[in-house]
């Protein structure tokens, strides 16, 4: 006999294209009804991309008509709109109420120096007069706490929702504040795409220019669950001058592509090294930064140097943009904080 049950366990099988997790467990089901022989499913993909829907639908339709008493399979799917005007609600329901633009940091693998990128953008733009937030999606290994130099737990408002701390103008949510001291977070996927969704919609907000997401490393739970919860404004892509990174790099900006995310640009960091004598020192080797972004077809953002100040004030908990504002290398990121508000306005 068919059953819901039946039904959303066959759906199982199938794994979103590009990823090793199922549809069922990104959410993407939202309805299952049978009426005697027929089955319908209506899908909920916040990807606009007609061939990752036509991809999952043709899967649907196969697993589904293999089922014993299946007759006939119905699949609906709801996209964003992909035409200025066009109303979706779907699309609505992941815009963030008071919140004008979301913006992911992302890397393709991690010591890149991806979250020292983030929290300096952040207090780059907050210098710049804008009303930012800082929500950092390493669930696994939060370091925008220290980074940014506070520990204190979100308080909680009269509606239930977390209340986020604020330093230098930011106002911050990470999982670092929930854990005591080196606990780890052992978790799988589906917890990882509740907290991030908690996180988003759990937080009190309030009016904000933007909203920086750093995410951690890769192209797992923890990006796809973000584009499922909120509709992105774009991808900020960092990046060191190596081939190591770059190859990486380029398989985060087909991510992004996947689920119909444009990308605002790359930054490249650790481009160079200046030694006391004045001498440029190119460790990382130099330039790759630009030539990706070149054959992307995409903006280069800006190259942050490699300076001791940077990392000390991460350490410090005072980024460079706040510690010392006049710096080079915090000169560099306000310069892309700039930019990113201009490219976007």
């Excluded at 780890?184 to 509740?194: E, L």
Aim: glycine letters at 12%.
């Amino acid at each position: 006999m068919l059953t819901q049950d039946g039904v959303k366990n066959a759906l199982r099988e199938i794994k979103y294209p590009g990823y090793s997790r199922d549809i069922v467990s990104f959410g993407l089901v939202k309805n299952i009804s049978i009426q005697g022989d027929a089955v319908n499913v209506s899908l909920g993909l916040t990807s606009g991309n007609a061939e990752v829907a036509a991809q999952i639908k043709q899967a649907i339709e196969a697993v589904l008509k293999g089922l014993p008493g299946v007759g006939s399979v119905h699949v609906e799917v709801l996209q964003p709109a992909t035409a200025a005007g066009s109303a979706n609600p779907w699309t609505h329901q992941n815009r963030v109420a008071g919140i004008r633009h979301v913006v992911a940091v992302a890397s393709g693998k991690g010591g890149v120096g991806k979250s020292t990128v983030s929290v300096n953008l952040a207090c780059a733009l907050a210098q710049l007069g804008k009303k930012v937030g800082l929500l950092d999606c390493d669930i696994y290994g939060p370091s925008i706490p220290l980074m940014m130099g506070i520990h204190e737990r979100p308080t909680v408002s009269d509606e239930e929702k977390m209340i986020p701390p604020s330093r230098f103008g930011v106002k911050l949510m990470s999982m670092g504040f929930l854990l005591d001291g080196d606990q780890p977070v052992i978790w799988r996927g589906p917890m990882i795409m509740k907290t991030i969704q908690q996180f988003v919609g759990s937080v009190e907000w309030g009016e904000l220019d933007f909203l920086l997401v750093d995410l951690p490393p890769g192209t797992g739970d923890a990006q796809l669950s973000l584009c499922q919860t909120v509709q992105l404004d774009g991808g900020v892509v960092v990046t060191t001058p190596q081939e190591a990174s770059l190859g990486v790099v380029r398989k985060g900006i087909a991510m992004f592509h996947k689920v119909n995310v444009p990308i605002l640009g790359i930054v490249e960091n650790m481009s160079y090294f200046t030694t006391p004598s004045g001498d440029r020192v190119e460790i990382f080797g130099h330039g790759g930064g630009a030539s990706e972004a070149q054959r992307q077809g995409v903006p280069l953002l800006g190259e942050i140097p490699l300076f001791q100040e940077i990392r000390e004030g991460g350490d410090k908990g005072v980024p460079v943009v706040m510690g010392a504002p006049e710096h080079p290398s915090a000169q560099a990121f306000i310069m892309i904080a700039r930019t990113l508000d201009e490219n976007l306005k």
